[in-house]
């Protein structure tokens, strides 16, 4: 893992002046920005030759997008079916139209996480030849997000990271490992009577997402390079993980109701100026310095720096977005295939995620902007984590918040818990 930079002067006013408006983006499925409706046509096309469905979660995106398509292509026009703003709706949905035949979507919009299981159940075709559209062109862990069991099955579309946000007026520089969060952020926190860290740390995919941080920024690995065998129990990694979990809970560096927060919870309780330090998604800087009408408390005292690792070289993030895929029922399966190589690899389509707020997944927009805070976003994704796409893993991220949660608060024993997601991470590729 290459080392990122850190600067130690980047203030919110100097992200929030810049060329990136990193201001709704968030990972998929983790956040509650207001959302759209869904389950509607976006209306971009009064004769569309095939249908795009994908979550109405960054809406103005994907509408920039198709429209960007329409114009340069007048005679093949995509209309976008607009999902329910949640993760589990629109994975029902998707579903709902597969088991039934019906075959009303030709492009499908994937969770990063769905691909090994809409692949397992035939529902999206092979993309494998498509591969060296986007190996060289997007972003490693997009990619490796896009194939199940080295197949290719979707190409990668947009992206996102996590960040460490910390109070310049009471740290003096980001940490670069987890124990110097623990420590400074205790010591600050002492001194103004507030809490040392926010974050993730309710029973949902969010807290699974926090884990996994630290269990990669221990330097562990879930799966083999086949994904067909849990490596999680190898090394000390995930033990590592959730011992500093369960020690910083019992020395009170997680907020009061941490175990119950969400990041909107986490982002309130920082921007009134109750917290030394928070990890939370992009949407949150513009909130914190006082944009869009927001009062905030820390306006002029936070920045935003990579996520530590235990051994000090390098940032762990999860990496989020959204891949697209072709569905197996599609009747226009060479026009799908078309446009979602396009959507991936075509300069004008990934700017326009970046114009409307959504990190795009092209390695080259990254590597030619002259902006540091954009520089570094580009450092976090390049070396993000992507959670594996094998078929099970709603099993597996349950099994996380089961036994993990509960056992870094003391409630149930720690080896038993690991014991158990070691077991779920198998169970998720279908080994016995």
Same mark, same amino acid.
């Given at each position: 893992m290459s080392e990122v930079p850190r600067p130690a002067g980047h203030? =919110?006013?100097?992200?929030a002046a810049g060329t990136l408006a990193l201001g709704l983006a968030l990972a998929t499925g983790c956040g509650e920005p207001p959302q759209d409706e869904g389950d509607e046509t976006a209306g971009l096309a009064d004769d569309p030759e095939f249908v795009w469905a994908i979550g109405s979660s960054d809406r103005p995106a994907h509408e920039a997008v198709a429209r960007l398509w329409n114009e340069q292509n007048p005679d093949r026009q995509v209309e976008i079916f607009f999902l329910a703003a949640t993760a589990d709706e629109q994975r029902q949905a998707l579903f709902q139209d597969l088991q039934s035949r019906a075959g009303e979507f030709d492009v499908l919009g994937l969770d990063v996480i769905w691909t090994g299981e809409f692949a397992d159940y035939g529902y999206i075709e092979s993309l494998e030849d498509l591969r060296p559209e986007v190996e060289d062109t997007s972003l490693e862990g997009a990619v490796d997000s896009a194939q199940w069991q080295q197949e290719m099955y979707a190409l990668p579309y947009s992206s996102n990271g996590a960040f460490l946000y910390y109070r310049t007026d009471l740290v003096d520089e980001p940490p670069t490992t987890w124990d110097e969060v623990l420590e400074t952020g205790t010591e600050a926190a002492e001194e103004e009577g507030i809490a040392p &860290?926010?974050?993730l740390g309710d029973r949902y995919e969010g807290f699974v997402l926090s884990y996994f941080e630290l269990f990669w920024g221990a330097e562990g690995e879930l799966y083999d390079e086949a994904q067909e065998n849990s490596t999680f129990a190898e090394g000390d990694a995930a033990e590592t993980a959730l011992d500093f979990m369960v020690r910083a809970n019992e020395q009170g560096f997680f907020a009061e109701g941490y175990d119950s927060m969400v990041e909107d919870d986490a982002r309130a309780l920082f921007q009134?100026?109750?917290?030394?330090y928070m990890r939370n998604w992009p949407y949150a800087v513009p909130l914190l310095a006082g944009e869009e009408g927001e009062e905030s408390a820390v306006a002029d005292d936070f920045a935003v720096a990579p996520l530590p690792t235990f051994h000090g070289e390098g940032s762990t993030s999860v990496l989020g977005g959204f891949n697209n895929a072709v569905s197996t029922l599609s009747e226009n399966d060479e026009l799908a295939r078309e446009f979602v190589t396009w959507a991936a690899t075509d300069p004008e389509a990934q700017d326009a995620l970046l114009d409307n707020s959504l990190p795009p997944t092209m390695q080259s927009i990254y590597d030619e902007t002259e902006d540091p805070d954009f520089q570094m976003l580009g450092d976090i994704l390049a070396d993000a984590e992507a959670r594996p796409p094998v078929p099970g893993y709603n099993s597996l991220s349950l =099994?996380?918040?089961?036994?993990?949660?509960?056992? &870094?608060?003391?409630q149930t024993d720690p080896d038993e818990a690991l014991e158990a997601v070691d077991e779920a991470a198998q169970d998720a590729v279908g080994e016995e």
């Open positions: 203030t =919110a006013r100097a992200w &860290f926010v974050g009134s100026g109750e917290a030394v =099994a996380v918040q089961d036994h993990i949660h509960p056992a &870094f608060l003391g």
